[in-house]
């Protein structure tokens, strides 16, 4: 047998742009998706967990560059010289990929959910991370605007089960189909030629999106000869002219007071488009359902500004963004902004069938949305720790296990302490460390008069900040003496009342 | 602009060896987690998902080959020449990595659970993916036996709370002390070369660990000169003379009917030897501390048979087997076997910090858990799809969005047909395929009487295998015609019933 090889130390680090996620932070993500799913689920729609890994020929075409398979996601060639692998970087090229495998077996329309990690090989940065988790729910196989209504529908009562109060959220709702009419009656598209017709809109698009951070002129200096920013540097424009571009900004501009309103306004800046025409009449379908249903203007509009950045959307785009303000960095009050966006998308199951397959779906940013909550209080910071049942006796082990499975069985969170229990500081230290909202002493003085003690931790924290030695601690008023037998009892009631007191509503 | 290169269409296919999950599927398998996570979250046990990239050094020391980082786990090299990173393999390892990178964070004892896919670049085989979940719980920094026996009784009640009925189900425990006490004291371990001892009891566990498979004889064949197959194939042996056999036999037939009677018979074979004596006593205390928490030799038992196959093992080993018989792929009765295994390891954090961190814990298979509950008939193939609104009038789809929303309220899985409504039988195709268990019907006759008919499909299919047109489906008594304004208290009655009959236990 060869001689293992000594190995320097490694270090204990998380690659560079991973992280690890602890206690609450895992255990609120966990009851977030909980809950979209059950909302997800009530719609109709059924759970799919495809596989992490996929053939980087299967995700192919959505690479930023097909040249270079390793940009953007994280690839590997299989044995040295097999099929290269990659990571999933969304849960859509997964959905398409599905489909087309198994579009014999599935229901057509297929209405699928799907929440997991997803992966980008991208520089990382503070708060941006390598992984993260997405959560998307897509109706594959049908052309009607009834699905799309449907997904701005669930999107909106998603928000709301997770804790997002109406009034905090807005979902806007926009048509490229309506954008496309409108650069086609300003004469800015050039129908015969596909791939400049690409290229333009796309600059029209990058220029549009940025009407939050520039303002209308700085929009419009985009569409036009260009703009310098403010540390000189020339982003190169749509050179559009000066007429061309204010039809543009007038098609940013058209969203009235209500969404018919916007609807008229749109049909007359695409009069004569009749691609414009088929984006105005989807729009004015999917107001129309909206409002039968009861989702007014307060929580889905239509909003002529909206253009998500994908190229691959086709005709109705959303996007939910919480309207709330929060602190940025520097102290300054901003809105929240973003949160989830979708829109329809007819052609990414074609590239594998050659078939049509219309599609429509939304991806919700569940660490955003997770933010979002702990910015407006909705979330604590650390969850409530277990009953701690202390050891004073290392002896009576078996009767502190006992105890602690009394409790569980109860339903109460709990357990021995199970380090070196000699030095009984140590163990408040550990429970204090926990966030232990009781600890459960019996020494053999306790036992022999058949009681326990349970101190109130959390009390006990507030009426002394500093705890010398075990007989000053057991002075303190926050504990009382309780019969063996009525342990249970007593800590659940002690935990029932904790509990309701979290859940007062706050702020 | 550089002309898109031509690419030929791609293969709809998960990479080999990956697969994905559908429907059911996906939504038992997290209830399940759910479920394992409440028992561990009772223990006081806290959640970590740590990223599923890590470093190859981070997992190196437990690669099966130092010297090839890609086998075994998925690896890559960062920008061509940067660290080498892999796909998690196990969640031990990542473990090991949290607690000696955020050791000054965390409690200790920690006690952590973790949840999701591991990857392994292994040979694909049929029901062998290179994607699975495992479910771990671990207690790290503490050397008592409480923790050992702790895990213990947590898996006991992890497998009845999922669903395993007791007596299904039986946790052998073990102790790797004892079994190097025996090799000890049958002059087999020369204490005096760690790895010539190392290399040897690999060998005897080995031979051990193939007791159920091959017999008494077939074992003593191994730990002998070797043992020729069926098929004419040599495995070489331990080359343990016949006495040195005799004493490892021994060991593996220690099991008495109570585990104190096994304890004194290991006392016994291990006399003389140290760590011989350590081992039993240690498994003596895990023996008490569950008799005093009521975990009987029903759940829970010593039996010196059980061995488990990693060699970072160094205190107590655990492993839950399923005792209920399966049939296998030829049809023959076998015992289900281990869905759960774990021990004591003590080194796994060594080797990032140098220092000695005592850790124990457990590994739940959940797939196989999940295709023992398959089994035994405890969990559906399918579950029930949604209430399937039709669309009778293409014009009126608000009104039947807002049945939809108005069934949702009520807490009804409800959705809207949104394929070709023209053909009235693809809608009931369609909720065939979905397993759908009413159909809404509201035609322009029931829309002028303010009606609607709720149609059984469940009793609709039963009653009539083959339907030839609307208006012979529509004659079935398996429907009924409700007021419009009953129609959610309605269908809130009849899917009660049907989850109540559904729920009724079965076999």
């Known amino acids: 047998m060869a001689k293992p090889k000594k190995q320097p130390r490694p270090k ?104 997991g990690p997803v992966w980008r090989n991208e520089k990382p940065g503070p708060g941006r991370f390598r992984q993260f988790y997405q959560c998307d729910a897509d109706t594959v196989g049908t052309p009607t605007v009834a699905a799309d209504a449907e997904i701005c529908a669930m999107l909106a009562d998603t928000l709301e089960a997770v804790g997002i109060g109406r009034g905090d959220y807005i979902i806007r709702v926009n048509n490229r189909k309506v954008l496309n009419g409108v650069m086609e009656v300003a004469g800015i598209l050039d129908p015969s030629d596909p791939e400049k017709f690409a290229h333009e809109r796309g600059i029209v698009l990058r220029a549009i999106d940025k009407l939050d951070r520039l303002g209308p002129d700085g929009v419009r200096a985009l569409l036009g000869a260009g703009r310098k920013d403010e540390s000189g540097d020339f982003t190169d424009g749509a050179k559009l002219g000066a007429a061309q571009a204010e039809v543009v900004m007038d098609f940013m501009a058209a969203k009235r007071d209500s969404g018919l309103a916007t609807v008229a306004r749109l049909r007359d800046l695409v009069a004569g488009s009749p691609m414009g025409e088929e984006g105005v009449q989807e729009l004015e379908t999917i107001e129309q359902l909206l409002i039968a249903q009861g989702y007014g203007p307060d929580r889905i509009e239509i909003d002529p500004s909206v253009v998500r950045g994908l190229g691959y959307y086709t005709g109705p785009v959303f996007e939910a963004e919480l309207t709330f303000e929060i602190l940025d960095e520097k102290g300054r009050p901003r809105q929240f902004g973003s949160v989830a966006g979708g829109g329809r998308y007819d052609d990414l199951v074609k590239r594998f069938t050659g078939q049509e397959v219309p599609a429509t779906g939304i991806s919700i940013g569940v660490d955003r949305l997770l933010a979002a909550l702990h910015a407006k209080g909705r979330l604590s910071a650390a969850e409530a720790g277990p009953v701690l049942v202390t050891v004073m006796d290392r002896d009576r082990m078996a009767d502190y296990q006992a105890m602690a499975a009394e409790l569980r069985n109860a339903g109460i969170r709990a357990e021995v302490y199970l380090g070196n229990p000699k030095n009984f500081g140590n163990q408040l230290k550990y429970a204090d460390k926990r966030d232990c909202p009781l600890a459960i002493i019996e020494g053999s003085d306790e036992k022999a008069r058949g009681v326990v003690i349970v101190k109130d931790l959390v009390l006990g924290k507030r009426l002394a900040e500093e705890i010398e030695s075990n007989e000053e601690w057991k002075a303190q008023p926050a504990q009382q003496e309780v019969p063996r037998i009525d342990l249970a009892a007593v800590v659940s009631k002690y935990i029932g009342e904790t509990e309701k007191n979290l859940r007062e509503p706050r702020g």
Not at 28 to 54: N, T
Not at 97 to 103: D, G, I, K, N
């Open 12 to 115: 204990a680090e998380t690659p560079k742009g991973f992280r690890d996620y602890f206690g609450a932070d895992v255990a609120q993500r966990d009851a977030m998706l909980a809950e979209i799913a059950k909302v997800y689920h009530r719609y109709g729609f059924d759970p799919l967990e495809s596989s992490a890994v996929e053939t980087v020929e299967a995700l192919g075409k959505y690479l930023p560059d097909v040249d270079r398979p390793n940009a953007g996601v994280f690839a590997w060639q299989e044995d040295g010289d097999g099929d290269w692998l990659a990571l999933r970087y969304d849960l859509t090229a997964p959905l398409a990929r599905v489909y087309a495998q198994h579009r014999n077996d599935l229901p057509t329309p297929y209405r699928r959910y799907a929440m």
